[in-house]
């Protein structure tokens, strides 16, 4: 059963455009949401989270997005820019655990 | 700073030899150690978790398994591999109660012949 789903496996975006990465998952007692970034062969590197106190959290380029109620969380990267070219993960984790569950990853490309 | 490192970064091994995965972390006391598993077009799948020498959590059940017997180590081993244990290997590591965020290491690539 898979918890945490990201149901677009690839994303192509132009350079300066928004990409909207977009993530759902199953289980209400999910409290802690996190995005990756892996690049070939290097582990994923953390990118920003979000609790679910929040709807919005923003870091710069990056915006996540929570919707407790639709049990959805999207990713905002503007402006898309070549390097931000990688697979992209999303996270989960339930009130009291040390466990993240992972999705499968969108892999995104923004071309010039 | 914190450091993870693992090691070694790539392997190809027959099928039936054995595994040993190292993975060690650097400027933390008693962090959560995680092992995943990254295999050919799937998600990141979460092996092994602990939260302290000798305790070790299996979350799935495979010719795998994990020990801990320092404080900042994590070894993953097999006594004989099998082709379906080829993938990317990650370990990683959270703080306690840190609202989970947890860190990786560079990976290792296994590749069962």
């Known amino acids: 059963d898979q918890q945490v789903k990201q149901n677009s496996p690839s994303l192509s975006v132009q350079e300066g455009r928004i990409s909207i990465l977009n993530c759902d998952y199953t289980n209400s007692m999910f409290d802690y949401f996190l995005w990756y970034k892996k690049y070939p062969a290097e582990g994923p590197t953390f990118l920003i989270s979000?609790?679910?106190?929040?709807d919005k959290n923003e870091d710069g380029r990056f915006t996540v997005f929570l919707n407790k109620s639709a049990k959805h969380l999207s990713l905002h990267i503007v402006p898309s820019q070549p390097g931000d070219s990688a697979v992209y993960f999303c996270?989960?984790?339930?009130?009291?655990?040390?466990?993240?569950?992972f999705g499968t990853g969108t892999r995104l490309q923004v071309f010039p | 700073s914190q450091t993870i490192h693992q090691w070694p970064a790539t392997l190809v091994q027959p099928v039936g030899s054995p595994l040993s995965l190292e993975c060690t972390v650097e400027?933390?006391?008693?962090?959560?150690l995680y092992w995943y598993r990254q295999a050919a077009g799937r998600g990141l799948q979460l092996l092994f978790y602990?939260?302290?020498?000798?305790?070790i959590s299996s979350e799935v059940p495979q010719n795998l398994s994990a020990s801990r017997p320092q404080d900042r180590q994590f070894i993953l081993s097999s006594k004989k591999l099998l082709l379906s244990d080829s993938g990317f290997y990650l370990c990683?590591?959270?703080?306690?109660?840190?609202?989970?965020?947890?860190?990786f290491g560079e990976g290792s690539w296994l590749t069962v012949v």
């Open positions: 400027g933390t006391s008693n962090p959560n």
């Open positions: 996270a989960a984790s339930a009130v009291n655990t040390d466990k993240l569950i």
């Open positions: 602990s939260v302290g020498i000798g305790q």
């Open positions: 990683a590591w959270s703080r306690t109660n840190s609202g989970n965020t947890i860190y």
């Open positions: 979000i609790s679910s106190i929040k």
